[in-house]
């Protein structure tokens, strides 16, 4: 369903957003080393914002297509709700 193109970050948790509106993706880095990262869907994606662990908006990222990219810190664990296009 999600791959990423980063050896050192891995994908912790996929789960359904808690108000029901969306995906949430954690990706976490694993190796002490600050990247950018690409997440590849299956599906398109329609909208892409970091939340905080109680999924309140901090940031929007915009997709291209099935692709989305951002910027990870050492050892950061990101959540990221998506919405896929119909």
């Given amino acids: 369903m999600f791959s990423l193109d980063r050896d050192n ?5 996929i789960k359904q ?3 029901g509106n969306g995906i949430i993706v954690r990706p976490y ?3 002490g080393t600050r990247c950018t990262v690409s997440l590849q869907s ?5 909208s892409c914002t970091i939340v905080n662990l109680l999924e309140k908006q901090l940031q929007p990222l915009k ?3 099935s692709e989305i990219r951002f910027d990870i810190k050492p050892f950061e664990i990101l ?3 998506l919405t896929m296009a119909e």
């Fill in 17 to 19: 957003a808690e108000d």
């Fill in 29 to 31: 880095e694993t190796l």
């Fill in 63 to 65: 997709p291209a297509g």
């Fill in 9 to 13: 970050v891995l994908i912790e948790t």
């Fill in 42 to 46: 299956d599906f398109k994606i329609q």
């Fill in 79 to 81: 959540s990221l709700r």
